[in-house]
């Protein structure tokens, strides 16, 4: 397991049900960036910087829209869990 591994941690969003962006080839793409452009010196690709940021981008984007969903999903699932408990409730 690597956290540094794009593929790998693609996979376990994917595993939770949620679905990716579009972009998913691209962001595989990423994971040499994480570990060996960093540390190994003998690296050679070129990072297109440009599409670097627009996909860091278009990925800050698509995880800033799952919290704020999961934040209007929140307050309901509170609310229906109080829901039934109060009919769960023995009447007094």
């Not at 939770?16 to 960093?38: D, F, S």
């Not at 050679?44 to 860091?56: H, S, W, Y």
């Not at 039934?84 to 007094?92: F, G, I, L, Y």
């Amino acid at each position: 397991m690597s956290t540094h591994n794009v593929s790998y941690l693609t996979a376990l969003i994917e595993q939770r049900g949620i679905e990716l962006p579009g972009c998913r080839e691209e962001i595989e793409g990423l994971t040499p960036w994480a570990v060996v452009a960093r540390y190994d010196g003998t690296f050679e690709k070129v990072l297109d910087r440009a599409a670097a940021r627009m996909l860091v981008s278009e990925l800050q984007d698509w995880s800033r829209g799952l919290v704020i969903e999961r934040q209007m999903l929140l307050p309901q699932a509170e609310a229906g869990q109080v829901d039934d408990e109060k009919t769960s409730a023995a009447p007094d």
